[in-house]
């Protein structure tokens, strides 16, 4: 039976898969005490497909990059499911790290990140709100246009 | 009564002001254990300006950089103080992630960032000698020349 | 005598020296608890050259940067060695954090990174697989062409 945290994402329209294991030496995230630290999200969609490919301030919209974002969190959130087997464990987000891939004169992460950061919110409540940093990099794996990683405290 | 490190700002001329709430899902700092991850700071200082705008190696110069990136460490203290109540609780400054707006020729980012890391061994002294990752970034929120974000150990 | 670790970094021809202390008010690393928290390395051979300097897509090849990221791993576990004095005292490689020195349109980061994840994987075996992010920077220090640091639990 899914647990409160799944419900409330059901609710929203979002079911979350089994991510695919990294094809390489690392993986999708590792605990160490009460620390779950998550690797960097791309923003796939469940399909495989990028939700947003290419740089904001060229090409990619503000309204595109908060969907990547969004779908960032999401594919965060399936770590933790896999990783916790019950979203419900989350005792707090801890922390996000946005890296928006960004034209030169692009200064509008903040309000990309803002997909991650409401998923987060809309999933946990009061314990989803987190520290966060967020940067324009010059680029990202397969041109993705956002990513995402995360450091959760779990109970 | 300010503690021993405030007074140790103050006698460089930093008063550290309650530093602004973000305007969305995520907060200024979280703590988890022993662990305050404060969010990343940019370089605004007290009255809302930025303390250098645009980019390194394009208009911004290493000593405006060291500025920002020393504005930047001010603006982390401000929220450890608010987590905290008092600096004095701060066991070691863990850990600075610098991130410097920089022109694809721009490589001195560690001499800019060395504007937050003196300030924190300022006040800290050998507790404040932290590590550090510092790159060049392709763009950071407002244009901001400099942001930092920082790990804690408190006591 | 050398634990199993470094037995198995001579069998690759791996010799760790004792890294050089930053020339500023940081550190390469910082313990906190159980967890050891490493500067961000950049890519230099022990006799304090670049394995790799410039960026990916813009000079540097893939190949390169490869060789490059795992000169960052050598040089991160140079500071473990000197933060526990026996690299077998790691209970887990927790996180990789991987910057590269790129051009806007190079996305094959993950592909560098693995330079460096693969040889956590062969020091350290199972505990050596790792979180891991991974994003495409305007610049580095030196112009180095990769930097990575990184997060260990330590027994």
């Given amino acids: 039976m899914a647990g409160t945290v799944e419900q409330k994402l059901s609710a929203l329209g979002i079911e979350l898969h089994d991510p695919r294991a ?3 030496n690392y993986v999708g995230f590792v605990r160490t005490g009460n620390l779950l630290i998550v690797s960097g999200q791309v923003c796939y969609s469940p399909d495989g497909k990028l939700i947003a490919k290419g740089k904001l301030g060229a090409g990619v919209s503000v309204e595109q990059g908060v969907a990547a ?3 960032c969190a999401v594919n965060i959130l399936a770590q933790v499911k ?3 087997g019950d979203l419900d464990k989350v005792a707090r987000v801890v922390r996000l790290g946005g890296f928006v891939n960004s034209a030169p004169d ?5 309000k990309v990140l803002n ?3 409401d998923l987060m919110v809309a999933a946990f409540g009061e314990k989803g709100r ?3 940093t967020t940067v324009g990099v010059a680029s990202l794996p397969s041109d993705a246009a956002v990513e995402v990683d995360a450091m959760f405290e779990v109970s």
């Fill in 106 to 110: 692009f200064f509008e992460g903040p």
């Fill in 82 to 84: 896999l990783a916790l």
């Fill in 115 to 117: 997909g991650a950061s």
């Fill in 22 to 24: 990294p094809a390489a």
């Fill in 69 to 71: 974002a969004r779908g």
């Fill in 130 to 132: 987190h520290a966060r």
